[in-house]
């Protein structure tokens, strides 16, 4: 789905002006965001956790120039589900049905 798939939906669902929700749904990814920016994790309860996941310093390489390169320690923004969300999932018949159609183009 889509953003603006989402704002229909709710739209539809709860009889709120598409502008609103919009605004509501653009809201809600500003303070998400910038809590990450200044370091805070989010939490939601029976959905999951937005977190910020440190890596680790490291060297790669460069394929195209065969060198070595040094990326420092840096972090970055993570989603993890809750446990009960990813059983649902797991059990969703609808899931379920589309990978084996996938399954079966192979």
Known sequence: MT????ITEISTKTG???AH?????????KVV???MIDGK??????FGSFIIKKRAKKIARNISKNTAMVIDEHFIPSFKPAKTFVDKVKKSEA????A???AAKA
């Open 3 to 6: 953003k603006a798939e989402i």
């Open 16 to 18: 709120i002006e598409k």
């Open 21 to 29: 929700v919009q605004e509501a749904v653009e809201s809600f990814f």
């Open 33 to 35: 965001r910038t809590s």
């Open 41 to 46: 994790n989010v939490y939601f309860r029976g």
């Open 95 to 98: 899931v379920k049905s589309k």
């Open 100 to 102: 084996a159609k996938l």
